[in-house]
């Protein structure tokens, strides 16, 4: 073979190589045309032609992801993609590759006999395949998407689809909290199929496409980023609401736990409650490429925390710090007291993390990773600093927000919950204002929770918990309160403002009352 032929030689002779059967001297020639322009789509469906007349296209595996990532919408490359999947014994891999070839073309039969026949050996139930991606570096985005769904999936008994997420690392934000979803779902770690799903989101058709309740991937699909938290918080509310979980922790995993905290001076009878502040330590590690301050105003100060954690001591509790990372540290001198934040169990950290905040009593959270974690734990769950202004989508919930300022006017709570814009130029809802740079410029600040104000609402929630149960029984401030919010805004439910928070600031609320009656 020449390798100084001309383009439009080697294509002739590629031809006359493919109509004879020539599949040695096809291959080098077209070879050396991929030499020359790697990305050709034509040249690589000429290299499989030749690799499957030598029996060996199923071989490449490299080039089968190449010719499909060139060539997307040619279902050739996706149904070659599947037969060598099922011959690596990659049956996820296969499944996806026929709901790829199936999205190209619909109306393939044979495509969609394969893929039921595939999906009966797997379980003679399943009939469909669903599919998405998962966020595994954020611990509040991985414990809301897999967990919530399958609620809702178990809940209505929706026996014959197999949903697959699909994760780009087998490394996550919590590898326990990764193992316990893969107790109740089909993960699967490929960065091929990450990466192609990202670089084209949409060509996965929609009946394939698994929905998480709440995706934070969901702009890739086209929904704006309002859409996405405003459905997404609805969706999560009315599930945490109407579907019992469905992680349980086992018994073998339980035990391990157990010895560990015991011997720390953590037993099986003692009352435990968690609490987490967040700050700008976790997410600086998370990508320090990254400037994420714009996060910053959601942070808090642990100061504030320790005459409630000093109260909860004084009642007969445990009190355990949770996190990873952290620029902060609660000076409290007392054996019942653990910061498993800043003395994290290098081993075993991620296990004792998620089995504490499954076994505490209540939980004392900000709007942070942990919080969600909470959620799908059901375990009851006290907000302080919430912010932005958002009640818990738990199913066992109370808050207080950060008091919120323009200038030196309190701005009206319940204004923000009606949807009040940052400007007359920028209709973007306070609440679902996350950027504190644009915060800031149009002259918002919020103000912290007091030490008296996170006392008070932990003094109260503290009464309402028992065998980590909430009384969301609503006092008569609360029904007002609850009464009073917009029926759109997104976040209502049950779990609202504590009634120490409402009558401290019971003036603010009067007033913003009487504003979103006259809305």
Same mark, same amino acid.
């Given at each position: 073979?020449?390798? *100084?032929?001309?383009?439009?030689?080697?294509?002739?002779?590629?031809?006359?190589? =493919?109509?004879?059967?020539?599949?040695?001297?096809?291959?080098?020639?077209?070879?050396?045309?991929?030499?020359?322009?790697?990305?050709?789509?034509?040249?690589?469906?000429?290299?499989?032609?030749?690799?499957?007349?030598?029996?060996?296209?199923?071989?490449?595996?490299?080039?089968?992801?190449?010719?499909? &990532?060139?060539?997307?919408?040619?279902?050739?490359?996706? %149904?070659?993609?599947?037969?060598?999947?099922?011959?690596?014994?990659?049956?996820?891999?296969?499944?996806?590759?026929?709901?790829?070839?199936?999205?190209? &073309?619909?109306?393939? !039969?044979?495509?969609?006999?394969?893929?039921? #026949?595939?999906?009966?050996?797997?379980?003679? *139930?399943? *009939?469909?395949?669903?599919?998405?991606?998962?966020?595994?570096?954020?611990?509040?985005?991985?414990?809301?998407?897999? !967990?919530?769904?399958?609620?809702?999936?178990?809940?209505?008994?929706?026996?014959?689809?197999?949903?697959?997420?699909?994760?780009?690392?087998?490394?996550?934000?919590?590898?326990?909290?990764?193992?316990?979803?893969?107790?109740?779902?089909?993960?699967?770690?490929?960065?091929?199929?990450?990466?192609?799903?990202?670089?084209?989101?949409?060509?996965?058709?929609?009946?394939?496409?698994?929905?998480?309740?709440?995706?934070?991937?969901?702009?890739? +699909?086209?929904?704006?980023?309002? =859409?996405? &938290?405003?459905?997404?918080?609805?969706?999560?509310?009315? %599930?945490?609401?109407?579907?019992?979980?469905?992680? !349980?922790?086992?018994?073998?995993? !339980?035990?391990?736990?157990?010895?560990?905290?015991?011997?720390?001076?953590?037993?099986?009878?003692?009352?435990?409650?968690?609490?987490?502040?967040?700050?700008?330590?976790?997410?600086?590690?998370?990508?320090?490429?990254?400037?994420?301050?714009?996060?910053?105003?959601?942070?808090?100060? %642990?100061?504030?925390?320790?005459?409630?954690?000093?109260?909860?001591?004084?009642?007969? /509790?445990?009190?355990? +710090?949770?996190?990873?990372?952290?620029?902060?540290?609660?000076?409290?001198?007392?054996?019942? /007291?653990? =910061?498993?934040?800043?003395?994290?169990?290098?081993?075993?950290?991620?296990?004792?993390?998620?089995?504490?905040?499954?076994?505490?009593?209540?939980? %004392?959270?900000?709007?942070?990773?942990?919080?969600?974690?909470?959620?799908?734990? #059901?375990?009851?769950?006290?907000?302080?600093?919430?912010?932005?202004?958002?009640?818990?989508?738990?199913?066992?919930?109370?808050?207080?927000?950060?008091?919120?300022?323009?200038?030196?006017?309190?701005?009206?709570?319940? =204004?923000?919950?009606?949807? *009040?814009?940052?400007?007359?130029?920028?209709?973007?809802?306070?609440?679902?204002?996350?950027?504190?740079?644009?915060?800031?410029?149009?002259?918002? +600040?919020?103000?912290?929770?007091?030490?008296?104000?996170? /006392?008070?609402?932990?003094?109260?929630?503290?009464?309402?918990?028992?065998?980590?149960?909430?009384?969301?029984?609503?006092?008569?401030?609360?029904?007002?309160?609850?009464?009073?919010?917009? #029926?759109?805004?997104?976040?209502?439910?049950?779990?609202?403002?504590? #009634?120490?928070?409402?009558?401290?600031?019971?003036?603010?609320?009067?007033?913003?009352?009487?504003?979103?009656?006259?809305?």
């Amino acid at each position: 073979m020449q390798t *100084k032929l001309k383009v439009s030689e080697l294509l002739e002779q590629v031809k006359e190589f =493919d109509q004879a059967g020539s599949f040695l001297q096809l291959l080098d020639a077209v070879n050396i045309l991929l030499l020359k322009d790697p990305n050709n789509s034509e040249y690589v469906l000429y290299k499989l032609k030749a690799l499957d007349g030598l029996g060996k296209v199923n071989s490449d595996m490299k080039l089968l992801e190449h010719y499909v &990532n060139i060539r997307s919408t040619d279902s050739t490359g996706f %149904i070659l993609l599947y037969q060598a999947c099922l011959e690596n014994k990659d049956t996820a891999g296969a499944l996806i590759a026929l709901a790829y070839a199936l999205s190209v &073309n619909p109306d393939d !039969e044979q495509c969609m006999v394969l893929l039921l #026949d595939l999906l009966n050996k797997v379980d003679p *139930k399943y *009939k469909r395949v669903k599919i998405n991606i998962l966020t595994v570096v954020r611990i509040g985005h991985l414990s809301s998407e897999i !967990e919530p769904l399958m609620r809702k999936v178990k809940g209505q008994d929706e026996q014959d689809c197999l949903y697959l997420f699909v994760s780009n690392t087998p490394t996550s934000c919590n590898s326990y909290l990764l193992s316990l979803l893969k107790n109740i779902s089909h993960i699967v770690v490929s960065p091929f199929w990450y990466q192609f799903y990202v670089s084209r989101p949409t060509l996965l058709d929609d009946f394939f496409f698994a929905d998480f309740p709440y995706d934070v991937n969901g702009s890739l +699909r086209g929904k704006s980023n309002t =859409d996405i &938290n405003t459905q997404g918080f609805r969706n999560l509310v009315n %599930i945490y609401e109407n579907y019992p979980k469905c992680t !349980e922790i086992p018994p073998s995993d !339980e035990n391990k736990a157990w010895q560990i905290l015991s011997a720390l001076g953590i037993k099986k009878l003692d009352k435990i409650v968690c609490f987490h502040v967040r700050d700008s330590a976790y997410l600086s590690s998370v990508n320090s490429s990254l400037n994420f301050s714009y996060h910053d105003f959601r942070d808090a100060k %642990i100061e504030s925390y320790k005459k409630a954690i000093e109260h909860l001591i004084s009642q007969g /509790y445990k009190v355990v +710090r949770i996190g990873v990372n952290s620029n902060q540290k609660l000076e409290i001198n007392d054996p019942n /007291y653990f =910061d498993f934040c800043l003395q994290r169990d290098k081993v075993h950290g991620d296990l004792i993390e998620v089995f504490i905040l499954n076994v505490c009593q209540f939980f %004392i959270a900000n709007f942070g990773g942990p919080y969600g974690m909470a959620a799908m734990l #059901d375990t009851p769950t006290l907000v302080v600093n919430g912010v932005p202004i958002q009640q818990p989508y738990m199913k066992y919930g109370r808050f207080i927000p950060k008091r919120l300022f323009k200038g030196d006017s309190e701005v009206n709570l319940l =204004d923000v919950c009606a949807g *009040k814009p940052l400007s007359e130029n920028n209709k973007t809802p306070i609440y679902l204002s996350f950027n504190s740079t644009e915060f800031e410029k149009y002259g918002y +600040r919020y103000v912290d929770n007091t030490d008296d104000e996170i /006392y008070q609402a932990v003094a109260e929630f503290e009464k309402l918990v028992e065998n980590r149960i909430l009384n969301m029984t609503l006092t008569e401030k609360q029904m007002a309160y609850f009464n009073a919010l917009p #029926d759109a805004f997104c976040h209502k439910n049950k779990c609202v403002i504590t #009634d120490s928070f409402l009558t401290a600031h019971e003036h603010t609320f009067k007033l913003a009352t009487r504003l979103v009656e006259q809305i």
